[in-house]
């Protein structure tokens, strides 16, 4: 059964620095591997999606990498800004016949101004 | 106006009480989907439907029900409530091509009593 974790649960950084959110999946029979933002009160918006067949996606400040083989991938977040604060999940595509994501359980960043 | 809504946002409820969640879109998508998240954990899926005629259990369906009323509408209810039901409700939907994008409406949150 794949499982999904996310580390840590929690984050707190001073504005301006670099930094980088983990997500680690036990089954690399996947399709893709999404980031997604989650704001109080909101749903979740994707971020970044990365295909089983790169190794990462740019946007912006954000830069996501994949590693099947080793079952990880990270988030990176350059010159992070109080805007930023908000909540993390990762969520994996797998390749069996289910048809649904499964999730981590997310990184709470919050960026002190 | 949003892609993905859910009503109401907020609800306060009894144990025993039937209560239905709504979700309404205008993506045109056929995939709908209803998790729920408790706090520190990530997205569990309750049930999913890829047309209006299919229904089909997720991780949790236990407790629950739901209804494709259309292609547009997917209701979940909850029968008969109780307190370990409390937790935010997402909906999200998809168009099932070859990269599962969801799209997640802004959540409900549950309380019962």
């Known amino acids: 059964k794949q499982e999904v974790t996310q580390i840590p649960a929690a984050l707190s950084v001073p504005e301006g620095e670099n930094l980088v959110l983990n997500c680690s999946f036990t089954?690399?029979?996947?399709?893709?591997l999404q980031w997604f933002r989650q704001d109080p009160g909101k749903g979740l918006t994707s971020l970044l999606l990365?295909?089983?067949?790169?190794r990462e996606q740019t946007s912006g400040r954000l830069n996501a990498s994949l590693d099947k083989s080793s079952g990880r991938s990270t988030l990176y977040i350059a010159a992070s800004q109080p805007g930023d604060s908000a909540t993390y999940l990762c969520?994996?595509?797998?390749?069996?016949?289910?048809?649904?994501?499964?999730f981590g359980s997310g990184t709470r960043l919050l960026v002190r101004p | 106006d949003a892609d993905v809504t859910q009503t109401p946002r907020n609800r306060i409820t009894k144990t025993g009480k039937r209560i239905m969640l709504e979700c309404s879109q205008t993506?045109?998508?056929?995939?709908m989907y209803w998790y729920r998240q408790d706090p520190g954990l990530g997205l569990q899926l309750i049930y999913y439907?890829?047309?209006?005629?299919?229904?089909n259990k997720g991780e949790i369906s236990d407790g629950y029900s739901v209804s494709r009323q259309a292609q547009a509408k997917f209701s979940l209810s909850l029968e008969s409530a109780i307190p370990n039901q409390t937790a935010l409700y997402f909906c999200?939907?998809?168009?099932?091509?070859?990269?599962?994008?969801?799209?997640f409406g802004p959540g409900t949150r549950l309380l019962v009593l």
């Open positions: 999200a939907t998809s168009d099932g091509r070859e990269v599962e994008t969801q799209y």
């Open positions: 089954d690399s029979a996947i399709y893709n």
């Open positions: 990365i295909q089983s067949s790169q």
């Open positions: 969520a994996v595509d797998p390749m069996d016949s289910s048809y649904k994501l499964i």
């Open positions: 993506k045109g998508h056929d995939r």
């Open positions: 439907s890829f047309d209006v005629k299919d229904i």
